[in-house]
Protein backbone atom coordinates (compact mmCIF):
# COMPACT_ATOMS: atom_id res chain seq x y z
CA UNK A 1 0.00 0.00 0.00
CA UNK A 2 1.66 3.54 -0.93
CA UNK A 3 1.58 5.66 2.28
CA UNK A 4 -0.28 9.41 1.92
CA UNK A 5 3.19 10.88 0.71
CA UNK A 6 3.60 8.61 -2.03
CA UNK A 7 0.18 9.44 -3.12
CA UNK A 8 0.33 13.12 -3.11
CA UNK A 9 3.54 12.83 -4.98
CA UNK A 10 1.84 11.66 -7.91
CA UNK A 11 -0.50 14.17 -7.82
CA UNK A 12 1.92 17.01 -7.62
CA UNK A 13 3.43 15.70 -10.92
CA UNK A 14 0.13 15.52 -12.91
CA UNK A 15 -0.78 18.78 -11.35
CA UNK A 16 1.98 20.70 -10.13
CA UNK A 17 0.75 23.19 -6.63
CA UNK A 18 3.37 25.76 -8.88
CA UNK A 19 0.53 26.20 -11.64
CA UNK A 20 -2.57 26.98 -9.06
CA UNK A 21 -3.51 30.32 -8.97
CA UNK A 22 -2.14 32.62 -6.41
CA UNK A 23 -5.40 33.22 -4.68
CA UNK A 24 -5.95 29.43 -4.58
CA UNK A 25 -5.57 27.18 -1.63
CA UNK A 26 -3.96 23.90 -3.17
CA UNK A 27 -2.89 20.94 -1.50
CA UNK A 28 -3.47 18.81 1.95
CA UNK A 29 -6.37 20.36 4.24
CA UNK A 30 -5.60 17.86 6.55
CA UNK A 31 -4.26 13.99 6.53
CA UNK A 32 -0.38 12.68 8.06
CA UNK A 33 1.64 12.21 5.31
CA UNK A 34 3.05 8.98 6.99
CA UNK A 35 -0.24 6.90 7.04
CA UNK A 36 -1.26 4.08 4.54
CA UNK A 37 -3.80 4.80 1.71
CA UNK A 38 -5.77 1.17 0.49
CA UNK A 39 -8.94 3.39 -1.14
CA UNK A 40 -9.62 7.07 -2.11
CA UNK A 41 -12.62 8.91 -2.75
CA UNK A 42 -12.49 11.61 -5.47
CA UNK A 43 -15.63 14.64 -5.36
CA UNK A 44 -16.21 17.88 -6.65
CA UNK A 45 -16.79 19.25 -3.39
CA UNK A 46 -15.54 18.44 -0.03
CA UNK A 47 -19.48 18.95 1.77
CA UNK A 48 -21.06 16.98 4.55
CA UNK A 49 -22.45 14.45 1.84
CA UNK A 50 -19.31 13.58 0.61
CA UNK A 51 -17.45 13.48 3.75
CA UNK A 52 -20.18 11.29 5.11
CA UNK A 53 -19.51 9.37 1.56
CA UNK A 54 -15.57 9.18 2.04
CA UNK A 55 -15.92 8.26 6.04
CA UNK A 56 -18.78 5.37 4.98
CA UNK A 57 -16.24 3.83 2.65
CA UNK A 58 -13.67 3.79 4.50
CA UNK A 59 -11.18 6.06 2.42
CA UNK A 60 -8.12 7.26 3.57
CA UNK A 61 -8.05 10.10 1.17
CA UNK A 62 -10.69 12.51 -0.02
CA UNK A 63 -9.65 14.57 -2.74
CA UNK A 64 -11.92 16.96 -4.28
CA UNK A 65 -11.99 19.96 -6.85
CA UNK A 66 -12.91 22.63 -4.48
CA UNK A 67 -11.31 23.52 -1.31
CA UNK A 68 -13.12 23.33 1.37
CA UNK A 69 -11.11 26.40 3.32
CA UNK A 70 -10.16 29.17 0.31
CA UNK A 71 -10.47 32.20 2.62
CA UNK A 72 -8.36 32.10 5.42
CA UNK A 73 -9.11 30.67 8.97
CA UNK A 74 -7.45 31.22 11.81
CA UNK A 75 -8.95 27.72 13.45
CA UNK A 76 -11.10 24.98 12.67
CA UNK A 77 -13.20 24.64 15.54
CA UNK A 78 -16.07 21.77 15.52
CA UNK A 79 -18.76 24.56 15.94
CA UNK A 80 -17.84 26.06 12.70
CA UNK A 81 -19.73 24.19 9.62
CA UNK A 82 -16.40 23.49 7.81
CA UNK A 83 -14.72 22.95 11.03
CA UNK A 84 -16.98 20.43 11.38
CA UNK A 85 -15.74 18.55 8.27
CA UNK A 86 -12.03 18.64 9.23
CA UNK A 87 -12.84 17.40 12.44
CA UNK A 88 -14.75 14.73 11.10
CA UNK A 89 -12.48 13.68 8.81
CA UNK A 90 -9.51 13.45 11.29
CA UNK A 91 -11.51 11.36 13.60
CA UNK A 92 -11.97 8.88 10.77
CA UNK A 93 -8.40 8.72 9.64
CA UNK A 94 -9.18 10.82 6.38
CA UNK A 95 -6.91 12.71 4.24
CA UNK A 96 -7.94 16.17 2.37
CA UNK A 97 -6.36 16.78 -0.66
CA UNK A 98 -7.05 19.45 -3.28
CA UNK A 99 -5.92 20.07 -6.56
CA UNK A 100 -8.10 23.04 -8.34
CA UNK A 101 -6.78 25.62 -10.16
CA UNK A 102 -3.84 23.62 -10.96
CA UNK A 103 -5.99 20.43 -12.01
CA UNK A 104 -7.90 23.36 -14.30
CA UNK A 105 -4.81 23.90 -16.65
CA UNK A 106 -3.06 20.76 -16.32
CA UNK A 107 -2.61 18.53 -19.79
CA UNK A 108 -4.94 15.59 -18.00
CA UNK A 109 -6.95 18.42 -15.96
CA UNK A 110 -10.07 19.68 -15.86
CA UNK A 111 -11.27 21.60 -19.06
CA UNK A 112 -9.10 18.36 -20.99
CA UNK A 113 -11.65 16.07 -19.69
CA UNK A 114 -14.66 18.51 -20.59
CA UNK A 115 -13.68 18.16 -23.97
CA UNK A 116 -12.57 15.10 -24.35
CA UNK A 117 -16.41 14.11 -22.65
CA UNK A 118 -17.72 15.87 -25.77
CA UNK A 119 -16.00 14.44 -27.99
CA UNK A 120 -13.92 16.66 -30.06
CA UNK A 121 -11.06 16.43 -32.06
CA UNK A 122 -8.20 18.67 -32.02
CA UNK A 123 -7.88 19.60 -28.96
CA UNK A 124 -6.16 22.69 -27.53
CA UNK A 125 -5.46 24.69 -24.76
CA UNK A 126 -8.08 27.87 -25.40
CA UNK A 127 -5.17 30.54 -23.33
CA UNK A 128 -2.38 28.14 -23.66
CA UNK A 129 0.33 28.37 -20.84
CA UNK A 130 4.06 29.04 -22.43
CA UNK A 131 5.64 25.75 -22.41
CA UNK A 132 8.87 25.14 -20.59
CA UNK A 133 11.42 27.67 -21.17
CA UNK A 134 14.61 25.83 -23.32
CA UNK A 135 17.95 26.77 -24.71
CA UNK A 136 20.40 25.19 -27.50
CA UNK A 137 23.47 24.65 -26.65
CA UNK A 138 26.31 23.80 -29.23
CA UNK A 139 30.01 23.02 -28.30
CA UNK A 140 32.79 21.95 -30.33
CA UNK A 141 34.34 18.69 -28.83
CA UNK A 142 37.37 16.59 -29.98
CA UNK A 143 35.52 13.27 -31.61
CA UNK A 144 37.00 11.51 -28.95
CA UNK A 145 35.94 13.56 -25.92
CA UNK A 146 31.98 13.88 -27.39
CA UNK A 147 30.37 10.88 -24.97
CA UNK A 148 32.34 11.69 -22.05
CA UNK A 149 31.07 15.33 -22.20
CA UNK A 150 27.21 14.19 -23.12
CA UNK A 151 27.41 12.22 -20.25
CA UNK A 152 28.53 14.84 -18.09
CA UNK A 153 25.67 17.14 -20.06
CA UNK A 154 22.91 15.09 -19.23
CA UNK A 155 23.62 14.50 -15.92
CA UNK A 156 23.12 18.03 -15.19
CA UNK A 157 19.90 18.29 -17.52
CA UNK A 158 20.53 18.59 -20.81
CA UNK A 159 19.26 16.14 -23.72
CA UNK A 160 15.69 15.66 -22.08
CA UNK A 161 13.09 15.91 -24.56
CA UNK A 162 9.54 14.59 -23.63
CA UNK A 163 10.03 10.96 -22.68
CA UNK A 164 13.51 11.06 -24.35
CA UNK A 165 16.90 11.51 -22.83
CA UNK A 166 20.05 11.73 -24.16
CA UNK A 167 18.48 13.15 -27.24
CA UNK A 168 21.65 14.64 -28.84
CA UNK A 169 22.99 16.38 -32.93
CA UNK A 170 26.21 16.08 -33.70
CA UNK A 171 27.93 17.51 -36.84
CA UNK A 172 31.99 16.77 -37.52
CA UNK A 173 34.15 19.04 -39.26
CA UNK A 174 37.46 20.62 -38.68
CA UNK A 175 38.36 23.20 -36.05
CA UNK A 176 41.78 24.87 -35.51
CA UNK A 177 43.05 27.08 -33.08
CA UNK A 178 46.55 28.76 -32.32
CA UNK A 179 47.88 28.77 -29.09
CA UNK A 180 49.57 32.35 -27.77
CA UNK A 181 52.07 32.69 -25.28
CA UNK A 182 50.38 32.12 -21.79
CA UNK A 183 48.03 29.08 -23.05
CA UNK A 184 48.40 25.54 -21.66
CA UNK A 185 47.21 24.28 -24.70
CA UNK A 186 45.65 20.62 -24.08
CA UNK A 187 46.73 19.58 -27.45
CA UNK A 188 49.03 21.72 -29.73
CA UNK A 189 52.21 24.27 -29.68
CA UNK A 190 52.31 27.45 -28.37
CA UNK A 191 52.71 29.79 -31.30
CA UNK A 192 51.72 27.09 -33.84
CA UNK A 193 48.12 27.02 -35.55
CA UNK A 194 46.92 23.50 -34.66
CA UNK A 195 44.00 21.49 -36.74
CA UNK A 196 41.87 18.65 -35.28
CA UNK A 197 38.75 17.04 -36.28
CA UNK A 198 36.04 17.95 -33.95
CA UNK A 199 32.31 17.66 -33.63
CA UNK A 200 29.58 19.70 -33.36
CA UNK A 201 27.25 18.57 -30.72
CA UNK A 202 24.23 20.42 -29.98
CA UNK A 203 21.38 19.55 -27.23
CA UNK A 204 18.66 21.37 -25.47
CA UNK A 205 17.86 21.78 -21.94
CA UNK A 206 15.73 23.64 -19.34
CA UNK A 207 16.56 27.14 -19.09
CA UNK A 208 16.39 26.52 -15.52
CA UNK A 209 19.31 24.31 -15.48
CA UNK A 210 21.65 26.81 -17.73
CA UNK A 211 24.16 27.34 -15.00
CA UNK A 212 24.26 23.24 -13.98
CA UNK A 213 24.95 22.63 -17.78
CA UNK A 214 27.44 25.09 -18.27
CA UNK A 215 29.41 24.25 -15.34
CA UNK A 216 29.42 20.53 -16.72
CA UNK A 217 30.53 21.64 -19.72
CA UNK A 218 33.73 23.57 -18.74
CA UNK A 219 34.69 20.17 -16.21
CA UNK A 220 34.15 17.65 -18.40
CA UNK A 221 35.38 19.33 -21.70
CA UNK A 222 39.46 18.80 -22.24
CA UNK A 223 39.77 22.01 -24.11
CA UNK A 224 41.17 25.16 -21.42
CA UNK A 225 38.87 27.46 -24.08
CA UNK A 226 35.15 25.97 -24.63
CA UNK A 227 33.57 27.12 -28.03
CA UNK A 228 30.63 26.87 -27.64
CA UNK A 229 26.86 28.89 -28.63
CA UNK A 230 23.93 29.16 -26.16
CA UNK A 231 20.60 30.48 -27.72
CA UNK A 232 17.07 31.02 -26.21
CA UNK A 233 14.75 29.20 -28.30
CA UNK A 234 11.05 31.46 -27.97
CA UNK A 235 8.83 30.78 -25.64
CA UNK A 236 6.23 28.68 -28.21
CA UNK A 237 2.31 27.73 -26.87
CA UNK A 238 2.36 24.31 -24.37
CA UNK A 239 0.11 21.97 -24.19
CA UNK A 240 -1.77 23.53 -21.05
CA UNK A 241 -3.23 26.31 -19.92
CA UNK A 242 -6.88 27.51 -19.66
CA UNK A 243 -9.96 26.13 -21.65
CA UNK A 244 -9.85 24.01 -24.15
CA UNK A 245 -11.07 24.69 -27.97
CA UNK A 246 -11.31 21.68 -30.80
CA UNK A 247 -13.79 20.59 -33.74
CA UNK A 248 -17.00 18.38 -32.96
CA UNK A 249 -17.42 14.99 -35.22
CA UNK A 250 -19.84 16.47 -37.49
CA UNK A 251 -21.87 19.83 -37.81
CA UNK A 252 -24.79 20.32 -35.64
CA UNK A 253 -26.92 23.44 -34.81
CA UNK A 254 -26.91 24.72 -31.72
CA UNK A 255 -30.24 22.74 -30.46
CA UNK A 256 -28.39 19.19 -31.11
CA UNK A 257 -25.32 20.28 -29.77
CA UNK A 258 -26.94 21.39 -26.06
CA UNK A 259 -28.53 18.06 -26.10
CA UNK A 260 -25.54 16.28 -26.83
CA UNK A 261 -23.86 18.05 -24.35
CA UNK A 262 -26.94 17.60 -21.81
CA UNK A 263 -26.70 13.64 -22.34
CA UNK A 264 -22.72 13.84 -21.92
CA UNK A 265 -22.50 15.53 -18.72
CA UNK A 266 -23.72 14.24 -15.60
CA UNK A 267 -27.28 14.75 -14.74
CA UNK A 268 -28.49 17.98 -12.74
CA UNK A 269 -31.70 19.63 -11.65
CA UNK A 270 -31.36 22.69 -13.95
CA UNK A 271 -29.86 21.05 -16.81
CA UNK A 272 -28.10 22.87 -19.47
CA UNK A 273 -29.43 26.20 -21.24
CA UNK A 274 -28.40 27.64 -24.51
CA UNK A 275 -28.23 31.53 -25.85
CA UNK A 276 -28.45 31.62 -29.61
CA UNK A 277 -30.20 31.00 -32.20
CA UNK A 278 -31.36 27.18 -32.07
CA UNK A 279 -30.59 26.44 -35.88
CA UNK A 280 -26.77 28.15 -35.64
CA UNK A 281 -24.54 25.40 -37.00
CA UNK A 282 -21.75 24.62 -34.62
CA UNK A 283 -18.41 22.41 -35.19
CA UNK A 284 -15.68 24.81 -33.48
CA UNK A 285 -16.55 24.54 -29.68
CA UNK A 286 -14.64 25.38 -26.98
CA UNK A 287 -15.31 24.58 -23.29
CA UNK A 288 -14.22 25.75 -19.93
CA UNK A 289 -14.80 24.10 -16.55
CA UNK A 290 -16.11 25.48 -13.97
CA UNK A 291 -16.54 29.45 -14.09
CA UNK A 292 -15.39 30.47 -17.08
CA UNK A 293 -17.46 33.49 -18.18
CA UNK A 294 -14.47 35.81 -18.51
CA UNK A 295 -12.90 33.87 -21.48
CA UNK A 296 -15.71 34.00 -23.56
CA UNK A 297 -14.32 36.66 -25.78
CA UNK A 298 -10.91 34.70 -26.28
CA UNK A 299 -13.41 31.91 -27.69
CA UNK A 300 -15.23 34.35 -30.03
CA UNK A 301 -11.87 35.73 -31.16
CA UNK A 302 -10.04 32.11 -31.81
CA UNK A 303 -13.08 31.17 -33.61
CA UNK A 304 -15.76 28.84 -31.62
CA UNK A 305 -19.07 28.92 -32.93
CA UNK A 306 -20.13 27.79 -29.37
CA UNK A 307 -18.75 27.92 -25.48
CA UNK A 308 -19.42 25.95 -22.83
CA UNK A 309 -18.56 26.91 -19.27
CA UNK A 310 -21.26 27.62 -16.23
CA UNK A 311 -21.93 30.40 -14.15
CA UNK A 312 -22.82 32.96 -17.04
CA UNK A 313 -24.31 36.32 -16.28
CA UNK A 314 -27.65 37.72 -17.56
CA UNK A 315 -25.87 41.23 -18.89
CA UNK A 316 -22.84 39.57 -20.47
CA UNK A 317 -24.91 37.26 -22.18
CA UNK A 318 -27.31 39.19 -23.55
CA UNK A 319 -24.24 41.19 -24.38
CA UNK A 320 -22.38 38.31 -26.33
CA UNK A 321 -25.37 37.54 -28.05
CA UNK A 322 -26.96 40.56 -29.42
CA UNK A 323 -23.88 43.21 -29.42
CA UNK A 324 -21.02 41.17 -30.57
CA UNK A 325 -22.70 38.51 -32.99
CA UNK A 326 -23.54 41.63 -35.77
CA UNK A 327 -21.21 39.52 -38.16
CA UNK A 328 -21.78 35.86 -40.29
CA UNK A 329 -20.47 33.82 -37.50
CA UNK A 330 -22.03 34.20 -34.14
CA UNK A 331 -20.97 32.37 -30.76
CA UNK A 332 -23.78 30.68 -28.93
CA UNK A 333 -22.94 30.82 -25.36
CA UNK A 334 -23.60 27.29 -23.23
CA UNK A 335 -24.39 27.12 -19.59
CA UNK A 336 -24.24 24.16 -17.76
CA UNK A 337 -23.82 23.50 -14.09
CA UNK A 338 -20.31 24.26 -12.28
CA UNK A 339 -20.36 20.77 -10.51
CA UNK A 340 -21.24 19.15 -13.80
CA UNK A 341 -18.52 20.64 -15.99
CA UNK A 342 -15.99 19.81 -13.48
CA UNK A 343 -17.09 16.13 -12.63
CA UNK A 344 -15.18 14.54 -16.00
CA UNK A 345 -12.05 15.24 -14.89
CA UNK A 346 -13.07 12.60 -11.67
CA UNK A 347 -12.17 9.56 -13.99
CA UNK A 348 -9.67 10.67 -15.44
CA UNK A 349 -7.93 11.64 -12.37
CA UNK A 350 -9.00 8.28 -11.14
CA UNK A 351 -7.51 6.15 -13.78
CA UNK A 352 -3.87 8.05 -13.49
CA UNK A 353 -3.98 7.20 -9.70
CA UNK A 354 -4.95 3.26 -9.93
CA UNK A 355 -2.44 3.02 -13.40
CA UNK A 356 0.35 4.49 -10.44
CA UNK A 357 -0.63 2.22 -7.88
CA UNK A 358 -2.35 -0.68 -8.77
CA UNK A 359 -3.40 -1.50 -4.99
CA UNK A 360 -4.87 1.49 -4.81
CA UNK A 361 -9.43 1.19 -4.30
CA UNK A 362 -10.05 4.57 -6.37
CA UNK A 363 -13.78 5.43 -6.29
CA UNK A 364 -15.27 8.35 -7.96
CA UNK A 365 -18.63 9.76 -6.31
CA UNK A 366 -21.52 10.80 -8.03
CA UNK A 367 -23.45 12.33 -5.39
CA UNK A 368 -24.69 15.45 -7.18
CA UNK A 369 -23.27 18.07 -5.75
CA UNK A 370 -24.62 20.90 -7.98
CA UNK A 371 -26.65 23.00 -4.90
CA UNK A 372 -29.55 23.74 -7.39
CA UNK A 373 -31.73 21.17 -6.79
CA UNK A 374 -35.30 22.04 -8.19
CA UNK A 375 -36.16 23.27 -11.68
CA UNK A 376 -39.02 24.77 -12.70
CA UNK A 377 -40.96 25.98 -16.10
ZN1 LIG B 1 -15.08 24.96 -9.88
Known amino acids: MPSLADV ?3 LDGWYPPSTAESWDAVGLTCGDPGERVERVLLAVD ?4 TVAEAVSSGAQLLLTHHPLLLSGVHGVPATDPKGALVHRMI ?3 VAHFVAHTNADVAAAGVSQALADCLGLTGIQP ?13 VLVPAADRDRLVEALT ?11 QATFTVSGEGSFRPLPGADPFDGEVGVLTRKPEQALTVVLPRHRRADVLAAMHQSHPYEEVAFTLTEQPRLPG ?3 TGR ?7 RTLAEFTEHVAARLPGTAWGVRAAGRPDQPISTVAVCGGSGASYADLARARGAEAYLTSDLKHHGTVEAVTERDTGSAPMALVDAAHWATEWPWLPVAADLLRRRFPDLEVAVSDIVTDPWTLHAR
Open 8 to 10: LAA
Open 46 to 49: CVPA
Open 91 to 93: RAG
Open 126 to 138: LDPDPAPALDHLT
Open 155 to 165: AAGAGAVGNYD
Open 239 to 241: GTG
Open 245 to 251: IGTLAGS
